[in-house]
């Protein structure tokens, strides 16, 4: 591929990428609009060159050269609840008690796949995809912005592949994912609670003295407001993945597939911005010095899941087919999040997550309706990672989940068809009730010490077009 394209491929991918995570944890839950009809139950299928994401050996049932071009657009809606959130003084942080805008009213998302035969055994394509992105902005003045103000992440995937056949009833698949990521969190610093602290140990009268000897205004203490923090990381990321395709005969195949993890150290900056806690700026860079909190280099360093996939496809009749499929994930891969502070005497922000591997059951149908129409159908429960409403971060709100979806492949010509896909998805209730372990007036860590309480409830809708054409 052109280095030229390659740039613009990566470009329009991590545009459109800026999503709520639709399936378990931050992955996204659709990477093909024809699998998305089917609720991702036909890694057996290899019905077109998308199967280069759930099984590469599926790539020697695909003649000529094929070409896939999809969007699927994510529409969600979340509410937040508050019910008691908390400063590290166990005081109430005030603030906003719901939120129901946190989340973007609708994007999208691209995926594009390429396949060519090369000979009787031998097929190669190439896959661009997103496999993880999330986008929260909540109020910069609600009930847990401490723990969390905005967060974004973004990753796109260039998955090279290749498939051997070794006869009628074996295949074998190997790909390579170059996978690019960058993030991007911002939460409040509660310096009206580390005020109330320095005042209730004596250190609050020195804060005075000092602010007044510089010539700015200590009575601005007592209305003092929040500060903001937002550190930012991008990294590429390097694995594979592995497929095998067993066709005991021409209606009934079996396949498993393996999706390595992708270790990845997001470097960039971490950015204090003292200027909204009062309208002095002498008192604001006092209380910043106080705090120990300078801009700097920062470092999180985290390795994607692995995910080991066995499903099944059979063809009951020249109308019927059936599917299925089982996916493990190894999201306890995915534990605490340490954020590093570089080249300062700051110690590490730790988000804890400590989150369990998960387990994805799918099943699905497809239905011949004539010639030039074929349905889909299919059904989902995708778990969540989080383990317990203690380890439920703002960050990542996630809930068991069901999803019901429905497709189309609609023959346009000989050559071209279209693929259209709609899914529903119902998370269960997201009650939290995380404490963050450090607090402002600590030397060893960084954090607020506040604990988030309060439900989340979400509800999201998928919808996939894509464009497929045989050469």
């Not at 290749?162 to 991007?184: C, I, L, N, Q, T």
């Not at 592995?242 to 498993?256: C, D, H, K, V």
């Not at 860590?445 to 045989?470: D, F, P, S, V």
């Amino acid at each position: 591929m052109h280095p030229k394209y390659l740039s613009l491929i990566v470009a329009l991918a991590l545009g459109a990428a800026s999503l709520d995570a639709a399936a378990s944890g931050y992955r996204f839950g659709s990477q093909s609009v024809s699998a998305q009809g089917s609720a991702e139950s036909n890694g057996a299928e290899a019905a077109d060159a998308s199967t280069i994401f759930a099984n590469p050996a599926g790539l020697s049932r695909l003649e000529g050269r094929q070409f896939m071009g999809g969007i699927t657009a994510l529409v969600p809606h979340s509410t937040y609840q508050d019910s008691g959130s908390t400063r590290f003084t166990r005081t109430p942080t005030g603030g906003k008690a719901s939120q129901d805008d946190y989340a973007p009213s609708a994007v999208a998302a691209p995926s594009l796949y390429y396949s060519q035969k090369i000979d009787e055994r031998w097929s190669a394509g190439v896959g661009v995809f997103v496999p993880y992105g999330t986008k929260l902005d909540y109020d910069w003045d609600w009930s847990g912005r401490y723990a969390l103000t905005n967060i974004k992440l973004e990753a796109v995937t260039i998955n090279p592949s290749v498939s051997f056949k070794v006869d009628e009833h074996h295949a074998f698949g190997f790909g390579v994912d170059a996978e690019f990521m960058k993030a991007r969190l911002g939460q409040g610093v509660d310096v009206p609670g580390t005020i109330a602290a320095a005042q209730a140990t004596g250190t609050g009268a020195m804060l005075a003295r000092q602010i007044a000897a510089l010539g700015g205004n200590p009575a601005l203490l007592a209305r003092a407001g929040d500060a903001h923090a937002g550190v930012e990381g991008k990294d590429w990321g390097y694995g594979f993945n592995l497929g095998y395709l067993y066709s005991p005969n021409e209606s009934t195949r079996f396949g498993i597939a393996y999706r390595s993890s992708i270790k990845h150290e997001l470097k960039g900056g971490a950015v204090w911005d003292f200027s909204t806690v009062t309208t002095d700026p002498v008192v604001n860079q006092v209380l910043q010095a106080a705090a120990h909190r300078s801009n700097s280099a920062a470092r999180v360093e985290l390795r994607t899941p692995e995910t080991l996939s066995i499903n099944a496809f059979h063809q009951f009749d020249a109308k019927w087919a059936g599917m299925a499929d089982v996916t493990w994930s190894r999201t306890s891969r995915m534990e605490n999040i340490d954020i590093q502070f570089i080249g300062t005497t700051e110690g590490d922000e730790t988000i804890r997550q400590q989150w369990k591997n998960t387990v994805r059951v799918s099943l699905g149908a497809n239905y011949k309706l004539n010639e030039n129409v074929t349905l889909r159908g299919g059904i989902a429960h995708d778990d969540a990672p989080v383990r317990s409403d203690t380890l439920r971060h703002a960050a990542l709100p996630d809930a068991d989940r069901m999803q019901l979806s429905f497709g189309a492949n609609w023959k346009l010509t000989p050559n071209s068809s279209l693929d259209l896909a709609y899914s529903y998805l119902d998370f269960k209730d997201a009650n939290g009730n995380y404490t963050n372990n450090c607090n402002p007036t600590a030397t060893s860590c960084t954090g607020n010490g506040e604990t988030t309480r309060g439900t989340w409830k979400t509800h999201m809708q998928l919808l996939g077009l894509a464009y497929n054409y045989k050469f």
